[in-house]
């Protein structure tokens, strides 16, 4: 699929098949986030694959009971590393992992809808219920979960805002 014909057919399901997700397109989607860019190439976010129907359940109560991650049959757990990031102060810490982590999220969200595959951003969660569930150090923040499966929905295309109200010239 091309790059523009991508961003402007791409829908956030939530609901998937049982069909499970093959290794190879998940591994392909793991390298697509490992290529986002990222402050100094520090990549400072780590990511945590979730197979298991019991922790993605888990997943679901720490989500605000967004069921469709129990249903998805894998999710990724996108967190910050600040401690990759030191090298720019605090800012590095706090904001360079913070966007590194949601880069690499984008780089992944895109990669699976170029395979066929679906999936949804969700950026509703309680970090430190999610990060008991999936065992990353205190360190590190989880910032976005993105369930990934095969489709079973197509919903309607959202309604966008307006270039002339979302882009100011200086």
Excluded at 2 to 28: G, K
Excluded at 43 to 53: K, L, N, S, T
Aim: glycine share 4%.
């Amino acid at each position: 699929m091309q790059y523009l014909d991508l961003i402007h057919t791409r829908r956030s399901i939530r609901a998937f098949a049982a069909t499970p997700v093959e290794e190879t397109r998940l591994n392909t989607i793991l390298q697509a986030a490992n290529r986002a860019p990222s402050a100094g190439n520090l990549q400072a976010y780590e990511i945590y694959v979730v197979r298991g129907e019991e922790q993605r359940r888990k997943l679901v109560k720490c989500c605000f009971d967004q069921q469709f991650i129990a249903q998805a049959p894998v999710a990724l757990v996108f967190c910050t590393n600040p401690a990759r990031a030191e090298k720019y102060g605090e800012r590095g810490a706090q904001l360079y992992s913070l966007q590194d982590a949601t880069i690499a999220c984008t780089f992944s969200l895109l990669a699976v809808d170029d395979l066929g595959l679906a999936c949804v951003w969700v950026g509703a969660l309680e970090p430190d219920a999610v990060r008991d569930v999936i065992g990353a150090p205190a360190s590190q923040t989880p910032v976005a979960v993105l369930p990934i499966g095969y489709a079973a929905e197509d919903p309607v295309r959202t309604e966008r805002r307006a270039l002339d109200d979302l882009v100011h010239e200086c």
